[in-house]
C-alpha cells in the first residue's frame, strides 16, 4: 500500500525538551524520506530527509533516524524552542515515485 | 533563483463551475507536483508532471486534471466544483526526483 502512519497527531512540549515524531510504512520500495516542517498560514519546507542507504542523519537540533527492517523513520527535535512550534509532515517516495505524506503532527513548545 | 509561483492566491467559486490554478515552477526544475491540503487529509498527492507529460496521478476523480507546459509552467483544472473540493492546493517543484520546493498555494473556497 501507499500508506504512510504518523504519530502523535499532536505533541506538546516544554521548551528546552526533545520531541519525537515517528512515521511507519509499507512499501518496502521506498527509498526516499522527507521531513516537512509548515508554519501557520506557510508553505511547507524540507528540513530533513535521508535516503534508505543511511541509518541516521544529524543537522544541528533536528536528527532522523530510519529502520529499513522494521520500516520505521523518527524525527528527532532536541532543545526545542517556541520557533519549532508547527505542523511537521513525514513523507517517503514509493516505487513508482509519487511522494506520499503522513497525516502531520502538531508540535506545540510552550516557553 | 525566484521560487515556486501559483496564482491565483485566493479563489472563491460555486458548486459546478470550474477552476484552473496555475504553477510557475523554480527555473530549470522540469518537474511539477500538485497536492490537494484539507485539516482531515493532510497532503494528498494528485498527480506529477515532467517534461510535458504525467509522470504519476494520485486517487482523485476525473474532474481534477493537469497539464504542463514546454516552459514546466503547470495548471491543474477542476471541472463541475464540490462543496469538498474546498482546500489549500499546492504545487511543488523539484530538479530530479529528490528535494520539492513548495510554491505558496491558492486557497480554493466553494459555496
Known amino acids: 500500500g501507499e500508506n504512510v502512519e504518523q504519530h502523535p497527531s499532536t505533541l506538546s512540549v516544554q521548551e528546552g525538551d526533545s520531541a519525537v515524531i515517528k512515521c511507519t510504512y509499507s512499501?518496502?520500495?521506498?527509498?526516499?524520506f522527507p521531513w516537512y516542517k509548515q508554519e501557520l498560514g506557510k508553505r511547507p519546507q524540507l528540513i530533513i530527509d535521508i535516503r534508505s542507504n543511511v541509518g541516521e542523519k544529524k543537522d544541528q537540533r533536528i536528527a532522523v533516524t530510519l529502520n529499513k527492517t522494521a520500516k520505521h523513520f523518527s524525527l528527532h527535535i532536541t532543545e526545542t524552542q517556541p520557533e519549532d512550534s508547527a505542523v511537521y509532515f513525514c513523507a517517503l517516495r514509493n516505487q513508482g515515485g509519487k511522494l506520499i505524506f503522513g497525516q502531520g503532527t502538531e508540535l506545540s513548545v510552550k516557553p | 533563483k525566484a521560487g515556486v509561483t501559483q496564482t491565483p492566491r485566493y479563489l472563491i467559486k460555486t458548486r459546478g463551475q470550474q477552476v484552473t490554478l496555475s504553477c510557475s515552477p523554480i527555473s530549470g526544475h522540469r518537474s511539477v507536483s500538485w497536492y490537494q491540503q484539507t485539516p482531515g487529509q493532510g497532503l494528498q498527492f494528485l498527480f506529477e508532471y515532467f517534461s510535458e507529460t504525467q509522470r504519476n496521478k494520485g486517487n482523485f476523480p476525473g474532474r481534477f486534471s493537469g497539464r504542463q507546459f514546454s516552459n514546466s509552467r503547470s495548471e491543474m483544472n477542476v471541472s463541475t466544483l464540490e462543496l469538498g473540493d474546498s482546500a489549500l492546493y499546492l504545487c511543488?517543484?523539484?530538479?530530479?526526483?529528490?528535494?520539492?520546493?513548495f510554491g505558496p498555494g491558492t486557497r480554493l473556497t466553494v459555496l
Open positions: 512499501d518496502s520500495a521506498s527509498n526516499y
Open positions: 511543488a517543484s523539484s530538479e530530479t526526483t529528490a528535494e520539492q520546493f
